[in-house]
Structure formats: C-alpha cells, structure tokens
C-alpha cells in the first residue's frame, strides 16, 4: 500500500522521460494498472495459494527469478558473516561469562560496545579507505569485477563481512555473556561441584549450554537481519542482494516484485525463530536428573 501511494508507477518509468501520455497510458493499461489497487492485490493473493508470486512488471519475468538472483547474493554474505561472526561471539561471551568482573571481562566488553557502537557506514568507509584505497589488499566494491557470484570472488566479502561481524557480535556475545554468568552461579551447577564434578565438566555440560540457550534468540534476530538485507552494505560495496534488490523495485515501483519481497522477509523470520525456539529448548540440559 506504502509503495503503491508513491508518485508515479511503473508505467511511467518504463516508458521512459520522453513517452507520450498516450504511450504511458497503453502501457498502464497493459500491465494492468488501470484497475483498482483491491482489485489487484486480490487477484495476487489468489496467486499466493497456488504458489503464484506474479510477474514482474517491469522485467516481464517470474518474481520467483528475480527473488532468486538476488537471494543467492545475500545467503552468501549472511553465511560467511554467521561463520565468523558466531565463534568470536561464543569465545567473547564465555571468556567474559566465566570471569565476571575481571580485567578480561571488562576489556572484552569495552571492545565489542565500541565497535558495536560505530555506524555501519563509517566503519564502511573507514576499512575501505585505508584496506582497499591506501593499502590495496581488498576491493572497495564488487562493481565490474569479473566473477558470476561472489563465491567466485571471495576478496570482495572481507570488508562487508568485517563491517556485518562488528555490527552483530555486540549484542550476541553480550547475551551470551549475561546467560554463562548467571548459569555460572545458578544452584544447579553449585549442586554439582558439590557433589565432586569437575570445574571443566560443569562448565562445558552444564554452564555453557545454559548459557548460550538465552542467546539463541539473539541469534535468530541476527540471521533475519541479515537474510532480510543489509541495505548500508550492500549499497556501499556494490553487492547484490535482497536488500539492494528490495529497493530497487521500491524505486521502479514494481508492485508484484516488492510484494514478492515482503512474502520473503515473513518466511524468513518465522522459520528462523521456529527454529531459534527449538534450539533453545534441545540446548537446555534437564536439570532435574543429577547423576
């Protein structure tokens, strides 16, 4: 409804700046939009239940190809990102949680808060100023350089994914941090030492699986972030994906394209936190049975 009370329609910029208003009349006619709005999103959702996201109306194909092109971008950057982002984060959260207070503590939660604290798009333009401009160890964009994907040309993920890791590794390892300090301390694992088990033992069977349970959730808002587009980033370093691929249809006005995107982004959180929820609840060991 927010896309389609913009000004101007696809109509009007398919045609062009030179068309006629004869010509941008056919062409609205054509593609249907002379008909009312509730008309129309109907008719989609009628599509919907067959499995039908429509045809775009400015590409003239399948929404599900264009979805396509550009999640294949997106799982990419939001893989390698959970994949370097979630081991610093258990590190971080367990180094912190099991010494509560500490130096370590303290410095380990300085750091994550100051970098969590930086924008995305300065960080951005910092690592590309001095990564890619002075020292030429990494492209500054993934714009015209050859490659089909971006699994073809690793070198252009460093710096997006050094910028997506500092933005989601405060909050994870803060949480995880907060779950191990309290498990720490929790009866069931002073139960335990009591009754002779091992310091390493409480900690890696009984601790941190406590622990890190609350931080699944976090973990599932993170995946959505970044499954549903990191606009800032992608933007700035010129990689494909869902968020730059959402905005474009936005400007384009392509109504079936951005319904087509919303669908996704629905999809894609409530798997992910069915998913996060089940998670938790397989991680948490039962706490009534002490053997």
Known sequence: MLTSLLPGDTAVIAAGEHAT???VAAL????????PWGERFVEWLA???RGDLGTSWLTGRPVTEDLGSEVAGTLVLAAVTLACVLPVALLVGVLGGTRPGSRVDRALNALVVALGAIPEFALGMVLAAVFALQLGWFPATAAGLPGGSLVDQPAVLVLPVAVLVAKHLCALARQIRIGVADARDAPYATHLRLLGVSERAVLLRTVVPNGIAPAVQQLARTVDGLLGGVLVVEAM?????????FVEAVRARDLPVVQGYAILFVV???VVNVLADVAARRLVPQRDVVT
């Open 21 to 23: 208003d004869e010509q």
């Open 28 to 35: 609205r006619a054509e593609l249907g939009l002379d008909r």
């Open 237 to 245: 370093f010129g990689l494909p994906g869902v968020g730059a691929g």
């Open 47 to 49: 599509g919907i239940v």
């Open 268 to 270: 894609t959180t409530v």
